[in-house]
């Protein structure tokens, strides 16, 4: 059985880590200021720990990208929950809440976004991923790293492909998929 992944490219990914980071540069400052300015013991000690936690997880982080060039690491994700943390310990849920929500949001959008093209059907990697049949075709193509995808209701979808982790050759692709159009 013949599969084909295609990875696509995700030109945004420094965007979302630089969204990131101002988020968790501004939780921290706020971290700051309420241990200056609380005078409720547990809130200071849930910010001071909070700043703490963001403090190390952003020093890992940063020396990790410096020295190893390691763009993979988890650090900075284990900073935005700690900020999740931190404010569920001093008692602002709906504060954790969003920090949560937008942590799993940068989580989800620096995912590798892989287009699974199989005899039985096309795996997309949208948020859920969704599922087309070849049915719903009228064509799909893989041209100079370009990958088009036709549907039958006149929609279609083009994205580049990331070349350096997409080992697909395009004659191979293009013939599988006539195959399966044509069944």
Known sequence: MEKFEITLKNDKIKQY?????F???IN???FLYIAFTTNIRTTRLGAIGGAILISI???IDYFLRSTKNNSGSPYR???EFAISMAWVNMGYWWIAAVCFLLSILHTAAKRPLQVIVEKGKITY???PKKNIDW????NIILKDGLLTINFKNDKFIQQFADETKTAANEQEFN???RQQLNK
């Not at 880590?17 to 980071?21: F, G, I, P, V, Y």
């Not at 049915?135 to 009228?138: E, G, T």
């Open 57 to 59: 997880a952003l020093g």
């Open 125 to 127: 990697p949208s948020l």
């Open 17 to 21: 880590d630089r969204l990131a980071l």
């Open 135 to 138: 049915s719903a075709l009228s």
């Open 77 to 79: 994700i284990a900073a």
């Open 23 to 25: 988020i968790i540069i």
């Open 175 to 177: 013939d599988f998929c």
């Open 28 to 30: 921290f400052a706020l």
